[in-house]
């Protein structure tokens, strides 16, 4: 039986994923639950065009978060933070910081989307962090934590 998926499912596939499963499965679990329909030929036929419009979105997705991973490659944001006297920092910085940073200089980046290496920072100092801006589209940066 070939069913069209309508949610990621563990161990079978992606959304809008055609894959073959056993009709039992297919008919008692994933169809009544709403993770899949059942893939007729008209529906086959529907899913390829939407599939054809959704690459070409998808295209000039990556093209602009590529275009955003290079501009972001060659900048280094500045966090300002409090610290004591041997650069200690009073807290930690995480990736809220981070995506504060960054919004200040133009780039609005979920902080969902960010990993800064060797976390927690908790002291002053030069650090690297990734961006992750969409799928397949990764880019490392640096940023730098100084006192207030």
């Known amino acids: 039986m070939e069913v069209i998926l309508k949610k990621n499912v563990d161990k079978l596939g992606y959304v809008n994923e055609l894959v073959k499963v056993k009709s039992g499965y297919g008919r008692n679990f994933l169809i009544p639950k709403g993770y ?3 893939a007729t030929a008209s529906a086959k036929k529907a899913h390829e065009e ?5 690459s070409h979105k998808e295209n000039k997705m990556v093209e602009d978060a590529q ?4 501009k972001l490659a060659g900048l280094t944001p ?4 409090k610290a004591g006297e041997k650069g200690k920092i009073f807290g930690s910085v995480n990736t809220i910081q981070l995506s504060d940073a960054l919004k200040k200089i133009g780039f609005d980046i979920d902080r969902k989307s960010l990993s800064i290496k060797n ?3 908790k002291q002053l100092g030069k650090y690297e962090a990734e961006a992750n801006l969409y799928k397949g ?3 490392m940066f640096n940023f730098e934590v100084t006192a207030e």
């Open 36 to 38: 899949a329909v059942l």
């Open 50 to 54: 939407m599939m054809r419009q959704k």
């Open 67 to 70: 275009a955003i991973a290079d």
């Open 78 to 81: 500045t966090i300002l933070t």
């Open 119 to 121: 976390e927690p920072i």
């Open 137 to 139: 589209v990764k880019q």
